[in-house]
């Protein structure tokens, strides 16, 4: 019925999805499509594994009329998710062939709304870095500018998604991972507030990161984040359910807002001037719109206390993989075990005190409870996903004789993601336009706590006046 099923891979998640269920596709062919894309944007290295025989097994196993709500949809799993059986590497050697015999809970909801899984996507060993070149690898490329990075650390799933290879991918985010790559990539990139999302069952909770999925609109990203969203048994903590579906809350109109906005880094460095103009220029967009737009300076916002305490945690949280990774193999980690800048926050890591890692925790929560605080006032935050442009592949060199430098590339490239990780607030990234450089210039709205529903339908308000869909990258 169709004669060009690969063109049916830049449509919409929940499109394909109603497609297969009215019978006017089959699973089986949207999946021999992907594959067929994967191949053919071989030189992107996006994927670390593609499972074709169980791809295509799970697409001829579902049948018309299957009410999942992404039931035949193809989908990939981010490198640093367990699927059960599946090797699972964390973007590094250190892990070798590990296989956990299970699935990730993020992952287990995937499957049980009927996605069929093609593999994995490419992620910088351990997720730190927001490029995706681990030394496992290799370096991932944007389907934009081949020499130019993904973002990370979903950027293997980033670079999928636009190339057309994937209608979404799955991904993670604990520092900007998801929209980062998203503002890379020209797509939508939505992290939920947190505990919305579970992390088990390898943690009761997570401070930081949660898992989400890189879409190309806004109905898909509200349609995940429904699958993906709700209190798994033995969680820590969980936001409580909606009031509706997100897919629902999506669609309404927002009303008049009041919306803060500001470029200013935050952490003082300076912001490429095209990056600041997307921010305002989508503040006019918003004010025709009808939103009330006020630029802020929130209080703290440029805190010297605030890098220091998050890399304790981060530090901290790489120490831990680590070691698990050496548990693995029965001996201590050595140094060749991991890329330098991982063996920097390793080193880094064991060296903290539980009373250094509870006050670090301390100081980021009282920063988060100030700057929520100054926001209340405001419906959403506007402001830039990243500082820089895309970097060029090499340009942040995780093998580094300095890690710390190379470190310090990443933190001024991509600022403003962290610290929204930090408050838990829910924040997405928007491909409102494209540069000069033929590149997408992104804009970020962080919404209120437990505020997805009113951020997705302002980021709906948004795609409808000035739709995006159209854009995507020349083939290779």
Known sequence: MWEDVTALLTRPAVELAELVRTGQVRSRELVEA??????????????????????????????????????????????????????????????????????????????????????????????????????????????????????????GAAAAVAAGILPVAQGSDGGGSIRVPAACCGLVGLKASRGRISSGPDAGDNFLATNGALTRGIADAAALLDVLAGYEPGDATWAPAPAEAFAVSARRESGRLRIAMTTASPIGTPVNPICARAVHDAAQLLASLGHEIVEVTPPDWVSPQLEPAFLVLYAAGIASGVRFGASLRRRPPQPDDVESLTWMFYEQGI??????????????????????????????????????????????????????????????????????????????????????????LGVQLAGRPLGEGPLLALAAQLEAALPWAGRVPSPA
């Not at 594994?49 to 299957?66: K, Q, T």
């Not at 956990?100 to 060993?125: K, Q």
């Not at 730190?128 to 993904?150: A, K, Q």
């Open 351 to 440: 060296r903290y005190s539980a009373a250094e890692l509870v006050e670090a925790m301390t100081r980021l929560q009282g920063h988060a409870r100030s700057l929520v605080a100054f926001l209340a006032g405001y419906d959403a935050l506007l402001t830039p996903p990243l500082a820089q442009r895309p970097l060029r592949i090499g340009e942040l060199d995780t093998c580094g004789a300095d890690p710390r430098a190379e470190f310090q590339k990443a933190e001024v490239f991509a600022p403003f993601a962290a610290v929204f990780n930090v408050t838990g607030q829910p924040a997405i990234s928007l491909p409102l336009y494209q540069g000069e450089d033929g590149l997408p």
């Open 34 to 155: 992907a594959l067929r894309q994967i191949e053919r944007h071989a030189d992107l290295n996006a994927f670390t594994l593609v499972e074709a025989e169980p791809a295509l097994a799970a697409a001829d196993a579902v049948p018309s009329g299957d009410p999942r709500p992404f039931a035949g949809v193809p989908i990939a799993i981010k490198e640093l998710n367990p699927v059960v059986g599946q090797r699972l590497t964390f973007g590094s050697d250190l892990f070798d062939e590990y296989r956990p015999g299970y699935d990730g809970y993020a992952v287990r909801r995937l499957r049980d709304a009927g996605f069929v899984f093609v593999g994995r996507t490419s992620a910088p060993e351990f997720g730190i870095v927001p490029v995706t070149e681990p030394r496992r690898f290799g370096p991932t490329r944007n389907p934009w500018d081949r020499e130019r990075t993904p973002g990370g650390s979903s950027g």
